[in-house]
Each structure stands twice: as C-alpha cells, then as structure tokens.
C-alpha cells in the first residue's frame, strides 16, 4: 500500500511539474512580450528560465530535507542536462532537421561548455560551498541582463509581438495582463507542490526498492522535470522552429547550472554521495561536446545527428539500469 501511495505521489508530481512549468511558461512569455521584450531574448532568458523551474524547485525541495537529499538535488541538474542535449535535441532534429542561429553558435554553446567544466570542477571536493553557489547565481543574473540588453540594442529576432492598434490595448492590455499573472502564479503554486510530491514519492521508491536515490534523480526525476522542454521542443520542430529547439534546451542547461545550483547551494551547501559518480558529470560533458561540432561546421542539427543523440541517451539509461 505504501508503494501504490508513493507511486502515486511521483505521478501526481510528475504532473504537476508539467503543467505548472506550462502554465508559468506562458504567463511569463506573455508579460515579456508586452513588455517589450523580443522573442529571441524571451526564448534565451524567460522562457529558458521558466522551463528549468521545475528542477529548481525540486533540488531546492531536496537539499532543504532534513537529513538533505543532495543526490537527487545535484542528479536532477545532470540528469535533466542530459535529456535536454540528447533527448529533446535528438527529438527535435529527428523529427525535423534545424537550422541553429549564429548567436547560439558563437556565444551560448561556448558558454555552456565552460560552466560546465566549472560546474564539474567545483564539485571535485564533494560539495559546493554557499559562496561558491553565490558566485554561480551572481552569474546568471549577468548572463540574463547582458542576454536582455544586446537582444534590444542589436535587435536580433523578430520585433516584439505588440497589438495592432492603440484602441485594442485599451481593450484588452489590464485584462490580459491580470490573466497572464494568474497564470504565472498558478504556475508557481503547481511547480512548489509537484516538487514536494515528486521527491517525496521518489526517495520513498527508492528505498523500497533499494535503488540508488542518484539513479532515481538522474532518470524518473529528470524525465519528469524536463518535461516543459520536452513538450516546447516538439510543438517547435512542428512549426519548424529550430532556433526554440536549440536555444531553449542550451539556455535551460545554463540556468540549471547556475541558477538552479546556485541558489540552491547558496541557501544551503550542496553535498554529493558516491552514487552521484564522475562518470554521470562525464556523459553531461560529452554530449555537450557531441553537439558542439555539429551545430558549429553546418550551422545544423539533421537527423543523423538526431538519432546518434537518441541512441547515445538510451544506451546511459540502459546502463544506470544495470549498474
């Protein structure tokens, strides 16, 4: 009875996550464009931000735990790398090869690759210290000002989505607006008690089962809280929207880094157990550099690529299965 309970409690928090992240998703999207803001910039930031707010509210759930669960806080945030580098951009350019812009090119992909390699070394010792975890967070509210900033002084993108006339803004702008905050707030009330659920129901299983509470966060866990990127990814390789594809899954990995690991190790130190291995951080890196060479030579992601992203996700899973 204990175990159908958990179970259902890593469902019921699996959705919850999902449509928390939706909910918050577009409400957040929606203000930032009638804002102003141009949908490059809201995809980068906003919309990368929104979509890592799950694994932000279960690795801060988990490392608040008394004693603290910083396996599943630290596995979420690999795992979760993972999936969106392999997973759901296998998906995307398995279902339609994409074209990547240049900006994510020359700027984001580079700066994933060094906070990651920082992010690795940081965690040599076992831990990360709240100063460390400060510094990380410090530096992802450069990167999302910096990120705003050239967005609207290079005017990259489209313009930003603005109402055709200034009579239809007095209709609809305060009505819009109230919706689109209580969408934001639903979405933050859904993701707080999903994270509660879904680590509660899966350091239980874990346990029952005896399985390593690393493997449960690097796979259930991180499926579950990638699953906004995952659904964003394939409404995008639908419209052929490739640019979405690409920079919401690299600007998701650089705010679950430093955003997601640095305010969670800044309230509180952020340790790992020998079930978190080298190995798990090594497969992040490597699929980081996978796609490197990829999206750099051709300025696309086709599906060759796709499918080797795809079958090199399957075979880790398969081995955290076994090991």
């Known amino acids: ?142 990167y999302t000002a910096l990120s705003l900033r050239e967005a609207r002084r290079a005017g990259l993108g489209e313009q930003a989505v603005t109402p055709e006339s200034e009579e239809e803004v007095a209709k609809s702008s305060n009505t819009r607006t109230f919706a689109n905050i209580g969408l934001l707030l639903a ?36 499926f579950g809280t990638s699953l906004p990127e995952l659904a964003t990814s394939i409404v995008a390789a639908i419209r052929r929207q490739g640019d979405i594809i690409l920079g919401n899954a690299v600007g998701s990995c650089i705010f679950n880094v430093l955003c997601v690991v640095g305010l969670t190790s800044s309230i509180s130190p952020l340790s790992r157990t020998s079930e978190l291995r080298n190995w798990d951080l090594g497969v992040m890196l490597a699929f980081i550099l996978i796609v490197f060479p990829f999206v750099w030579r051709d300025r696309l992601l086709g599906r060759r690529q796709g499918v080797i992203l795809l079958f090199g996700y399957a075979s880790y899973v398969c081995y955290l299965g076994l090991r």
């Open 187 to 222: 979405g933050i009330g859904a993701l707080v008690i999903g994270a509660d659920r879904l680590v509660l129901g899966g350091s239980n299983i874990a346990r029952h089962f005896n399985v390593p509470e690393a493997t449960i966060a690097l796979t259930i866990v991180a």
């Open 1 to 142: 009875m204990d175990l159908f309970v958990d179970c259902l409690w890593l469902i019921i928090g699996l959705t919850l996550l999902y449509f928390g992240g939706e909910w918050l998703v577009k409400g957040a999207r929606e203000i930032s464009l009638m804002m102003g803001i141009s949908p490059l910039a809201v995809g980068l930031t906003v919309v990368a931000f929104g979509t890592s707010a799950p694994e932000l509210l279960v690795s801060l759930q988990a490392n608040l735990l008394d004693p603290p669960k910083g396996d599943i806080a630290l596995g979420n945030v690999v795992g979760s790398n993972i999936c969106n580098i392999a997973l759901i951009l296998g998906i995307g350019a398995a279902i339609r090869p994409m074209s990547v812009h240049r900006q994510v090119i020359k700027r984001e992909m580079p700066f994933l690759l060094v906070i990651s390699v920082v992010f690795i070394l940081l965690l040599r010792d076992g831990q990360i210290q709240q100063v460390e975890g400060f510094c990380l967070f410090a530096a992802v509210i450069a």
